[in-house]
């Protein structure tokens, strides 16, 4: 079934538009939100990918709810949209019924005042001590520049009672330089019991930076969403922006977009290998040479963009600027050597039985656990959901250029290690066959005006850690609403899964078999 047949299983008596730019808007009545969700998810089995609020009292004098579910078969979304008032800003909350939906909800609730009645967890989540209560960062009179009083709010986490249980706190501040995040973990000896996380504690706004905006004027932020993701979120939200502008992106641009991706992929898995086997078990030859070899993809970035994270490249239209044979020579030839030595040096690592003792059964996601979560990206495919937008929503130059998306069912730290090198491989690949294309289009136009005035859109990629989907709204050829997912948003709350039944001393080879962004998810 195609989105339009799957709408009018669910809402007949909708008023619809055609699909545009492959997604189906789907207006609910606001008693009908929590049915047609769970008729998406569980009767059509359509998994959740972004559920968010808008503020349109000015307007309509009530409160926006919309909630994405992917059709991959067909290549689209049907987004639902219902109206909240504005008076009463109450909404059944689908949490129960579409496990995916239990963050975005909370989220709704702190950054708009929704409350989201029925959710089974409605603890306050972005905001937790250092929020006063009633505070909708989101709604449109609560000014970007508020300074707000300090508050000392309790957030309780969760807790095992018993003899010989104790709690082990890690975080925020750790002893390395990633960002802050909580981690509270109860234990019988070694063996975890239970482990809960909480996290925003660096909320930067850039939600509420992006209204006001142009397109143009809004990229530095996006491209600084989660600095090792920057071309994947260019990638994202320019197609949302060039969807509203109806702008055609000419076919030289999507190849040389997908160049930058595929570098920035390949770059990224590089040092998560060497980061898991090598820093997560003391095999340090891995992580040694491993970060080595990375240096040299990060100098390639320098040198093509003027960065070390394959930023300012990607622009609404097109690209900041083409690439000629020179440039695409030193990408093949880069790449083809960092794939050589990095490929021998980990496979060193896999024929190691002490090291396959540590990676094999350890923080193992189950299919069930993944699509319930909505997992996204290497989380999901390494426990066996088939899901990669490249293909099943193809984009830039992805639809013409041969993609084989590796799967794997063990869902335990090793074979998260392994669909890495597989896409490492893939995305060598994609490259190869990308420069090629650039070659024999070389003089074709790469970029092209991109003028947005009013609508909305989807805009989305695979980047290396998942599927990245935005949401923009244009007003006066401004930014009225962005919403922006990462998808480390979506993957957090799998450490609930993969902790309990490992021990402590592992819990390090979960977090980085998944190695998740703060900063993408605290927006």
């Not at 089974?120 to 937790?128: K, N």
């Not at 960002?179 to 482990?195: K, N």
């Amino acid at each position: 079934m195609n989105a339009a047949a799957v709408a009018r299983s669910i809402a007949p008596d909708a008023a619809l538009s055609p699909p545009d730019e492959g997604r189906l808007v789907v207006p609910v009545a606001l008693g009908d939100w929590e049915a047609a969700a769970r008729a998406l998810h569980a009767d059509h089995r359509l998994p959740l990918d972004l559920l968010w609020a808008t503020d349109d009292r000015a307007a309509s004098g009530s409160f926006g709810l919309h909630a994405a579910f992917a059709l991959d078969a067909s290549h689209e979304w049907i987004e639902l949209v219902t109206a909240v008032p504005g008076a009463d800003p109450v909404f059944p909350s689908i949490t129960p019924r579409v496990m995916a939906a239990h963050w975005y909800e909370r989220a709704v609730q702190d950054m708009f005042g929704l409350t989201a009645a029925g959710h089974p967890d409605p603890r306050r989540l972005v905001h937790h001590e250092n929020v006063p209560p009633g505070t909708w960062p989101l709604r449109k009179d609560f000014p970007w520049d508020a300074k707000l009083p300090w508050a000392a709010e309790p957030h309780p986490l969760a807790t095992v009672e018993g003899e010989g249980v104790f709690q082990v706190p890690v975080g925020p501040i750790h002893a390395g330089v990633i960002e802050p995040g909580h981690f509270r973990f109860s234990v019988a000896g070694e063996r975890i019991i239970t482990l809960e996380g909480k996290l925003f504690f660096t909320h930067k706004g850039v939600e509420k930076l992006l209204e006001g905006r142009t397109a143009a004027a809004a990229m530095p932020f996006v491209e600084r969403v989660s600095g090792d993701s920057a071309a994947s979120h260019a990638l994202a939200f320019c197609q949302a922006v060039e969807a509203v502008a109806r702008c055609r992106v000419p076919e030289r641009a999507r190849v040389l977009r997908v160049l930058a991706v595929e570098l920035e992929r390949f770059t990224m898995h590089l040092h998560d290998v060497a980061n898991i086997c090598g820093m997560g078990t003391g095999f340090t030859l891995l992580a040694a040479g491993g970060f080595r070899v990375k240096e040299r993809l990060q100098r390639l970035s320098a040198r093509l963009f003027g960065n070390r994270f394959f930023r300012g490249f990607v622009l609404p239209g097109g690209t900041a600027r083409d690439l000629g044979a020179p440039e695409l020579d030193d990408i093949e030839a880069t790449l083809d050597g960092a794939w050589a030595e990095a490929s021998g040096l980990f496979q060193i690592g896999l024929e190691s039985d002490s090291l396959l003792d540590r990676l094999e059964t350890t923080g193992v996601l189950s299919r069930d656990a993944a699509w319930a979560y909505g997992a996204k990206g290497i989380a999901a495919r390494a426990s066996g959901l088939d899901r990669d937008s490249r293909r099943d929503h193809p984009h830039a130059a992805y639809g013409t250029l041969p993609l084989r998306v590796p799967v794997r069912t063990e869902g335990d730290v090793d074979a998260r290690v392994r669909i890495r090198l597989d896409e490492m491989a893939q995305a060598r690949a994609l490259v190869a066959r990308g420069a090629a294309e650039c070659r024999r289009s070389q003089g074709a136009p790469w970029s092209a005006p991109c003028e947005p005035a009013d609508g909305d859109a989807l805009g989305w990629t695979e980047g290396w850690r998942g599927q990245i989907l935005d949401w923009v709204r244009f007003r006066g050829g401004v930014i009225d609403r962005a919403v922006v997912r990462d998808p480390s948003f979506c993957n957090w709350p799998l450490f609930g899964e993969l902790g309990p039944g490992n021990i402590v001393p592992d819990f390090p080879l979960c977090n980085k078999s998944l190695n998740l962004s703060y900063s993408g998810t605290d927006l």
